[in-house]
């Protein structure tokens, strides 16, 4: 039974380990799907080439050698990569003040910005950099998209309008209206209607029709093969080029053949920045996904084999010609919806679309282009995360703020600082949020082995033992208000003779907070107060063994705090042996 195959071999098979352990039973699932998704992509890819300033053939092209190169290395058995929204906008953001958009040259830097990416990704994954994927926080990565996407949106209603731009005010855009504009819109609005309502309605309408909830979901996903159809059979049958409606135009048949154009040193200096921000993106967004398939199968992925997988992926998206690409939402839910078992699928799929370059590639010159604008509005804008950023706002405020901000500062200040804006935010949110730790007073709660604040709990208190829980990492940027949360404690409990610190919350304490902790001590030393610890952890052990904090200053270390309690609280004031009471 499928449910008992072995989907994912184990991650030290090395590269390729999904056809070392392949069954024919797999088979029929991989074909299927490679094909319902070459189906599928051939229409958003060259959407997404129309959106990063390329011939739209391009798109073709970089769906062809990066389907091969992810199934080289990668580790989702379901991930399908190719071009994206996302990779699209970055590439015509990040090359356009470097050439022409469309121009040859413009062309030639996209193919180096895919290459080098690859090459940075693909190191990265040698050195075992998978957990950069850390790096960007939710709320950056939904932020970043979201304003990206917004971006795009906008980018495509002048195609909508069969416009080369929006005029500046309404009575421009009426000096400009013609006839052929309708017509353009109306096309537009039209092919607007059916996929919103595919998207949103058809599956429902098929299963009850009696199609099964899989099949329905992969034909409603398919909607965009016949706008693109519809739209070919109507401007071959009524001339709309030479009406003048916007086409695709000339489009090769056959295989790309790649003519190197190699940029100067200080051009491919100036792209290493946009690689490296591309390739982080890209990997940040292919490995959320397939996390997300993962789960649905109850599989694994190792994010540094993905970064080898998607290195491979964009080198071989420049060798073809293509641009930069990344792991797809879309085009992965349709894979693994049409059965897709392993990576076989894509090479599928990449058979299938260069089948399609040899033969049908020619017809699709006179596709309008308002039909690639549609299926890019409609693919793009649920990515724009509404309830993401409410449910963000909702349970933290300055995430939520951190969200507005990058998408903000994608919108207004470019790609490049949106992301840093984002990742700025982030972080100064968690120094702000650690340098604002909670302390806590703590007591037993009565007849249990358990400590709880005094301030939320009914608890028992030795009279002259203060316990003070820590709840944060001891760095510099919070040393002073946990000393003066410390000190306001033992003004509150005057008696004290003894002082607890339970560290379960501690993780690491930097040479500031240990400089704060051994003025802190030695000053409660002078007034007769013993400072002890309780539940420090063992790597944190290991670092303060041998400084002169513990040795001097520290009258006991307590593997946990019931048991500094009932020694404690018999002996108030007294300093223990150091041996003793050691733990790691």
Known sequence: MRDNLRLQPPGGDGWLAWLRHYRAAWLSGDLVAGLVT??????????YAMLAGLPVQIGLYASLLPLIGY??????????VGPVAVTALMTVALLGPFATIGSAEYLQLAIWLALLSGVLLFVLGLLRMGFLANFLSHPVISGFISGASILILLSQFPHLLGLEQLPGSP???????TPVNTLVLTMGLAALIWLLYARSRLSGHLQRLGFNPALAGVLARLAPILVVALGLAISLSADLAGRGVPVVGSLPAGLPALAWSTPDLPTLKL????AALISLVSFVESVSIAQSLARRKRQSIDPDKELLALGAANVGSALTGGFAVCGGF???GVNIEAGANTPLAGVVSAAVIALILVTLAPLFAALPLVVLAVVILVAVAPLIDVAG???????DRREGATLVATAAGVIWLGIEAGIVLGVGLSIVTQLWRGSRPHIAVVGRVPGTQYFRNTRRHLVEIEPRLLAVRIDENIFFANTRAIERAILQALRDYPDTRDLLLILSAVNHIDSTGLDMLCELSQGLRDKGIAVHLAEVK???MDRLSDTDWIEELVSGVYPSTHIAFNTLGDNPGAALDQSAGRTA
């Open 38 to 47: 070459a189906i599928m992509i051939i229409p958003q890819s060259m959407a």
């Open 271 to 274: 792209l290493l920045l946009p």
């Open 538 to 540: 063992g790597p944190v």
């Open 171 to 177: 009575a421009a855009l009426r000096e400009q209206w």
């Open 71 to 80: 199934a080289l290395f990668g580790t989702s058995m379901s991930m399908s």
């Open 389 to 395: 950023l409410r449910r963000t706002w909702r349970y």
């Open 330 to 332: 879309s085009r992965s």
